[in-house]
C-alpha cells in the first residue's frame, strides 16, 4: 500500500476533485434524473443502488481502468498508448448525454490544469487531443505525469464520480443533506471494489462494462420534459 506523505501532492489532488474544480461535473446526473422521473428511484437506498451499479458495471468499472491504463502510460511517457486510450475512451459510451458528460468535464479539467498546475507533457498531450479527452483519461494522464500515487489517484476519482451522483440524487429525489452523507458513507465498498479492479487491469482488451438500463434512462433522458440536468 502506498499513501501520501506530500502535502502538495495532497493538495493537488484534493483541488483536481474539489467541486469548486470548473469541470462543470455538477450539471450531470448519468441518467438518475429520469429514473427518479419513472419511478424507478425513489429513496435513499435506491440512489446508493444506482450508483453502486454504476461503480461495478457501467461507467465507473470502465473509467476506472481507462484512468489506471492513462497513468502507466503517462508515467513511462508512452504517447502512442495515451492516443489510443483517448480514441478507446471516447467510443466507450451508450448515449450522446453520457459521451457528453465524460467529454465536457475532461476538457474542461484539461483547461484548468495546465492553467493553474502547468506540466509540459500534460500540455503536449491535451494539445493533440483537443474536444476528444473523457475526464478519466484526463485525470489519469495528469496524475501520472505529475508523479502522484496511483491508487489514491483513482480511489478519489471513483469517489468524485460517487459524490457527483449522491449530489444529484439530494437534489431531483430529493433527499437531504443528512440522507446524502449517508448514502456517501454506503458507497466506500463500492468505491474500494472498483478501485482494485481498476488497478487489476493490465491491458485496454479487458476494459468493459454493461449497464443497459442506465443506458436506456440516459437516452430516455434526451427527450425528457422538464429536467435539472444534462445528463
Keep these: 500500500m502506498t499513501t501520501i506523505t506530500d502535502l502538495a501532492t495532497l493538495a493537488r489532488l484534493l483541488a483536481w476533485l474539489s467541486p469548486a474544480y470548473p469541470t462543470g461535473a455538477f450539471s450531470y446526473s448519468h ?10 428511484v425513489t429513496s435513499r437506498a435506491g440512489m446508493v443502488a444506482y450508483a453502486e451499479a454504476a461503480l461495478a458495471h457501467g ?20 504517447g502512442a498508448a495515451l492516443d489510443v486510450l483517448v480514441e478507446l475512451a471516447a467510443a466507450m459510451r451508450g448515449t450522446a448525454e453520457l459521451a457528453l458528460e465524460a467529454m465536457q468535464p475532461g476538457g474542461a479539467f484539461a483547461l484548468a ?13 491535451t494539445a493533440r487531443h483537443t474536444g476528444r479527452l473523457t475526464h478519466a483519461v ?3 494522464a495528469a496524475a501520472g505525469f505529475h508523479a502522484m500515487p496511483l491508487r489514491e489517484s483513482c480511489f478519489a476519482w471513483l469517489a468524485a464520480f460517487a459524490a457527483n451522483l449522491v449530489s444529484a440524487g439530494v437534489r431531483v429525489v430529493p433527499l437531504g443533506q443528512t440522507d446524502g ?14 478501485t482494485d479492479a481498476a488497478l487489476a487491469i493490465q491491458d485496454a482488451d479487458e ?23 444534462r445528463s
Excluded: C, K
Design 31 to 40: 441518467g438518475l434524473e429520469m429514473a427518479v422521473e419513472e419511478g424507478a
Design 59 to 78: 461507467a465507473g468499472a470502465m473509467d476506472g481502468g481507462l484512468l489506471a491504463l492513462s497513468w502507466r502510460a503517462a508515467t513511462v511517457r508512452d
Design 113 to 125: 490544469t495546465n492553467a493553474a498546475w502547468p506540466q509540459p507533457d500534460f500540455a503536449a498531450f
Design 138 to 140: 484526463a485525470f489519469g
Design 181 to 194: 452523507q449517508i448514502a456517501t458513507a454506503a458507497l466506500l465498498p463500492a468505491i474500494v471494489a472498483a
Design 207 to 229: 476494459i468493459g462494462g454493461a449497464a443497459p438500463v442506465i443506458d436506456l434512462f440516459s437516452l430516455r433522458h434526451e427527450t425528457q420534459y422538464t429536467r435539472l440536468f
